[in-house]
């Protein structure tokens, strides 16, 4: 029974892993904060929901991955047989900020883009 629940997890982290960028995590801040000495890779891999950029060898212990934000903030991980031993984060200096998403302009009028901000009821008054 207890393999059967082990597998399932296994299955919805790699699923859900596998639809991500490799070595890529919303913010390296938060996983840095999160992580635990003799956590496991899977653990890992579940916090971060993606797969990590490998950067040792295949088969090499330790072995090491890395999880890079949208800022180039990036840790470095170390697992020795399966679990973390050791984690590293690097910030760039001058502290880059994320690549803002490109926002559309609503309207050059200002109160059709006020009047865009402002709830809608589903009532309008008319009968």
């Not at 597998?7 to 790699?14: A, E, K």
Request: glycine share 8%; aromatic share 8%; net charge positive.
């Amino acid at each position: 029974m207890w393999g059967l629940l082990h597998f399932t997890r296994l299955v919805g982290v790699m699923h859900r892993a596998a639809r991500r960028p490799i070595g890529y995590v919303g913010s390296t801040v938060m996983l840095n904060a999160r992580l635990a000495k003799g956590m496991n890779l899977m653990h890992v891999v579940a916090l971060t929901q993606a797969l990590g950029e490998q950067l040792s060898d295949a088969d090499a212990q330790p072995q090491r991955y890395r999880w890079t934000d949208g800022s180039q903030s990036h840790v470095t991980c170390t697992f020795r047989d399966g679990k973390l031993v050791q984690w590293t984060l690097f910030r760039p200096e001058g502290g880059a900020e994320p690549d803002p998403s490109p926002v559309e302009s609503r309207s050059d009028n200002p109160q059709q883009a006020k009047d865009a901000h402002e709830p809608r009821s589903s009532f309008d008054g008319r009968s």
